[in-house]
């Protein structure tokens, strides 16, 4: 069971993201997957392009059916439909309408129809000051810039108090300096809040400072997660394969 409070997420009992025997089938292309993350984990999703990594994060988000096996929560299967699934992601784009303000861009993760309680408007500004965005509620997507984006993004994405997050490469277009710091707060707030993430990354280094686990994905076959740091140390041959060299 999973009690959410903004800001504080409390995981009773042994919660787990399973997927169990999975198998997604796309035109010719096949992705398998077979195993189980704790609530809480940070789980870093790489390998070549091509190999599954989108295919994984869409199937575990409800936007793909396997065509065997499920995705359980808590021991239970997740529903069909994507929008009833207890999580959310975060794209790239960070998914801004641009004609509504920042605040409204994040509110509206509590009631698409924007039809909010002063309860909820005062959750959506404590949302945005915890992403560091208190001064930017009536601005707009155009006012700011990559990395406030990405805040609001991940300030909509907190306030939907789901137990679990996919992250599909949302910093990636940004700065060295200012996608660490990204990942940093990211990693700060899932921590705090319990939140299982899974991010999908071509960076080593990107998936060393955010994640506990990696899943090595390669030829259409997503592996168990290992603990990350002596998997980059030892890499197996498909992860030497595509980092090229060793890991840092």
Known sequence: RVCFCFGCLIVEGVDMLQLDRLRYQQDRFSLTADFQIAAGDRVAVIG????????????????????????LWNETPMPHHPGERPLSILFQDHN?????T??????????????????????AISALDQVGLGDKAMAYP????????????????????????????????????????????????VHQAGITALMVTHDPQDALNFAQYAILVVDGQAQAPAPIGPLFDQPPPALQAYLGRRAP
């Open 48 to 71: 070549p392009s091509g190999g599954g990594k989108s295919t994984l994060l869409n199937g575990i988000a409800g936007f793909l059916a396997p065509k065997q096996g499920q995705v």
């Open 96 to 100: 801004l309408f641009p004609h509504l």
């Open 102 to 123: 920042v605040l409204d861009n994040v509110a509206i993760g509590l009631r698409p129809d924007m039809r909010l309680s002063a309860h909820q408007k005062a959750q």
């Open 142 to 189: 155009r006012d700011l810039s990559g990395g406030q984006q990405g805040r609001a993004g991940l300030a909509r994405a907190l306030l939907r108090q789901r137990p679990i997050l996919l992250l599909d490469e949302p910093f990636a277009a940004l700065g060295p300096a200012l996608k660490d710091e990204m990942l940093e707060l990211t990693r700060e707030i």
